[in-house]
């Protein structure tokens, strides 16, 4: 049974920001909070100020950049998230851009799925409590965590495109998706990913989390069109190299150059999930429908464009309906 997330839709400058959703997945069906990388507070210390205000919830990192921080460095700051809020928690990873990578690195990633398997398969070690031993070519380091007794965390890995789906079938616990329409899900990464853990004789697939933009159009929300909400929300993303590359493969036009051209098609094959409230959830069945175990509720344009108390209402009338018997 598919269950259902939150992302925080700001970039907190105070932690009183973060509270209110904090306190909707504690209230709520909702069954963790997520926040993406974040460049103004870290999202660790995010999710350890949260808990030390009394929400210790559930929490998942979706995706934080590997150029940021070494492995062990990776692997302390996830264990110490779920130590502070006593809960499980997930820890996704991905390369970033080539562009970001020079920028940290000095570089970008000569081959980033090799990195991206060294990482993800020395995070995990390191959770497991092993002393890990790497001598490159990407990574070179030695260490162990200091054992304790944490709630689990798994390790997931940022996914676009098939070649980053199978290794995530190979090494992953969790497979994390942003912008990626339900038909594409069900046609190339879902496949992929399985493929991966044929490969690697894995007896189970990882679980997979849909990351969902989405927003409700309705009254007293002045020109708050499915594709300037999808815009609002993602207009980064949709001039990215990688995720146009593929939106592309998925069958958004990305070929005009124009980007409403882009959102037009981001919310045509429904990787955007607008409209009044019935449509919204008929959106989000589609995820559920093609296998997707986890939706987390990105409600990042709503939040941009008529503040965090619109989003809050987007996000419990959503999960009202969506978590009531059907």
Known sequence: MTSYSVLLPCVPRRL???LPFAGLVRWTGAVRLWQGQAMVMEPHQIFAGLAGAG???PTGLGVTLMPLRQPYEAALQARSVALATGEPAIAGFGPGARAFQENILGAPYEKPLQVARQYVTAVRRLLDGEMVVMDGPHLAFRGQLAPVAAPRVDVGLGVLRPAMARLAGEVADVVITWL?????????ILPAVAEGAERAGRSSLPRVVAM???GLDKEGREGAGCERLALAGNAAHMQAP????MLGRAGVDVGSGRIEDVARGVVETGAFAGGDLPQVLKALRAYEEVGVDEVVLNTTAVCKLFGAQESLADLSAILRS???PR
């Open 322 to 324: 969506i978590t009531a």
């Open 212 to 214: 969902v933009p989405t």
């Open 242 to 245: 990688h995720y146009l590359d």
């Open 16 to 18: 009183e920001q973060a």
């Open 180 to 188: 990626t329409p339900p038909g594409y899900l069900r046609d190339v």
């Open 55 to 57: 929400f210790r919830v």
